[in-house]
């Protein structure tokens, strides 16, 4: 029986790594090709126009933003983390003192909350999969969820 697991270990083993590398390149693409909530492809396309709308005359096309005025959003721990702070920035707006790579922002940002919960959802799952950022993409459920503890 010992022999039995000992022998197959290493398939077992190995399957998982290859299920490992199977799903790297996966995660690597921005847009994974089915997804159920009608996320994905068409979710990060639409949140592409909407930040175009309502994001790029501070946050600038490629997310670098405008030196001392408004921050990037390439990589950021508010991008990348926490997505109900995320989502939170988006819905109340921000006024902190926000340091990023030494350089610091002290101009508010006002609050997005007229977009509607998929709007939010779609520009930020463009934003999070844009500009060199890798990170899932965020639901209206989502959105709704943090609306509903801020009113
Ligand atoms: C009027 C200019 C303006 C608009 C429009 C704007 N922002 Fe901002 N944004 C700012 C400023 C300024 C800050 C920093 C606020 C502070 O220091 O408290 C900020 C901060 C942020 C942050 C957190 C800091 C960072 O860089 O990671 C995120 C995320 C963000 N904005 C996303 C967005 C998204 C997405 C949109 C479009 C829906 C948007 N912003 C629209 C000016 C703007």
Known sequence: MRKWILAVMPLMIGALA???????????KPVPAKQSTGGGAAQIVRGKAL?????ISCH???GTGVPRMNPPLVKTEYVLGDKTRLIGILLKGLNEDVEINGDYF??????????????????????RNSF???ASTVSAAEVTAVRA???
């Not at 930040?51 to 994001?55: A, E, L, P, S, V």
């Not at 909350?113 to 934003?127: M, N, P, W």
Request: aromatic share 6%; with cysteine; proline share 6%.
């Open 18 to 28: 290859a299920s490992a590398q199977v799903k790297k390149p996966a995660r690597e």
């Open 51 to 55: 930040y175009k709308q309502y994001c």
């Open 60 to 62: 600038q096309e490629n």
């Open 106 to 127: 002290t101009n508010p940002m006002p609050s997005q909350a007229a977009l509607k919960d998929q709007e939010i959802a779609d520009i930020l799952s463009y934003v």
């Open 132 to 134: 060199g950022n890798k």
């Open 149 to 151: 503890t801020i009113k």
